[in-house]
């Protein structure tokens, strides 16, 4: 599958009696090879995971518990995400810039990365994510 743009994807989620089981494997809804997989938790709910935005690494966000608001920015405009359940992930492309906002209390996330840790792939001034942004801006 080929997301070129922030998408809402439906994990596949087998429920039963017992409780629900979501599944994200190198096949199917993951466009890109898992490398890296980390989460965020105890999260003060005023908090602000401040924005920056990836030169080549695609993310795929899932809110674990609780919820979350998660603000994008690409070249086609800003656009806001409310993610609430454990089996919606927000698909986050390369040069998509990103924060994530409005924790509810013992809220949660797991990020799923295409690549290991590598600051060189961070774009962390807004400035800069302008600049290589705008030859594709509407
Ligand atoms: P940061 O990228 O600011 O977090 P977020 O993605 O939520 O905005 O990362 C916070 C710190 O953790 C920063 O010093 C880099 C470090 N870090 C690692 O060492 N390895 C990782 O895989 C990640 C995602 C961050």
């Not at 966000?61 to 086609?76: A, C, K, N, R, Y």
């Not at 800003?78 to 810039?97: G, S, V």
């Not at 797991?110 to 030859?135: A, G, K, M, V």
Request: aromatic fraction near 12%; charge should be negative; glycine fraction near 4%.
């Amino acid at each position: 599958m080929d997301y070129k743009r922030t998408t809402l994807i439906d994990i596949p989620t087998i429920r039963d009696p017992r409780g629900n089981l979501s599944v994200l494997e190198n096949s199917g809804v993951v466009p890109f090879t898992i490398a890296r997989v980390y989460w965020i938790y105890d999260l003060p709910s005023d908090t602000e995971r401040h924005g920056h935005a990836f030169y080549s690494q695609y993310e795929i966000i899932v809110p674990l518990s609780g919820s979350f608001d998660i603000e994008t920015e690409d070249s086609q405009g800003i656009k806001t995400f409310h993610l609430d359940r454990p089996n919606k992930a927000l698909i986050i492309p390369p040069l998509t810039w990103r924060s994530i906002k409005n924790f509810s209390t013992l809220s949660s996330a797991l990020i799923i990365s295409s690549q290991l840790y590598d600051e060189n792939d961070y774009i962390r001034s807004y400035s800069l994510f302008h600049e290589l942004t705008s030859p594709y801006r509407k």
